[in-house]
């Protein structure tokens, strides 16, 4: 009887270890808009067809300083870190008012030219732009005053930002055992917006067309980048302490 008794005692320990609430571990990553290699960071084409978004394009291909902390802890600085950003699909557009919103669907990796340190993949994500209309036309002022962001709130459990770790060691060793799981988010601040080559003014002016809605001509900006993760623990570490405890049990009952 004495030994059921210990039995149920570490039973119930078991579960309550599976259930109890962990605190939330948080990971923290970004890059500020100086560390960029060359700037421009991003380039759009419409890909020389003006109002048809099917084949436009946003890409990057540069070289950034990728900071990581965990929990607000000590910063690691990845300097000179590969960054590769490109779109899955077409972008769609919504134009109104003195708003123009670009919706971009694609992802992004960090590497230290040989392993990945993280890929970040995100659906519906908002490129907006301020603007002013002119009937079915939309001008975008690009002489400092455009202001926009890229931003995707993962709002569970769409999974609208999925956030996934390389194999490079320092980065895994940073998280600790943990993966990536619960909130995670992504925000580019866009700086320095401007036409990729000169259209009106000087090249100040942005063109997005209403009718048919699309992007009339090509455009580049640089940008900073912050973003983050929740950490949960992998799921073969949960397994490890179950299996612990489990040995526990049978030896005292052995005994």
Known sequence: ?????????????????????????????????????????????????VGDLTDDTLVAANTVDFSVSVNGGTE???????FNFSLSEAPTILASGSDVTLFLTGSFTVSDGVDDILTVSFSNAELHFNATQFGNDYMVNTNGTAGGSIFANNLLPTQDVVYTAGTNATFLGLLGGMDFGGAQELSFTVESLDEAVPFMDGGTDLIFNGDPEGVGENFVFSSSFSGQSELVPEPAALGMIGMGLLVIVRRRRSA
């Open 1 to 49: 009887m004495k030994t059921l008794w210990t039995v149920r005692i570490v039973t119930a320990m078991v579960f309550a270890l599976a259930v109890a609430p962990a605190a939330k571990a948080v990971v923290m990553v970004g890059f500020k808009l100086g560390s960029v290699g060359t700037t421009p960071l991003f380039t759009y084409s419409n890909s020389g067809t």
């Open 76 to 82: 690691t600085t990845f300097d000179d870190a590969e």
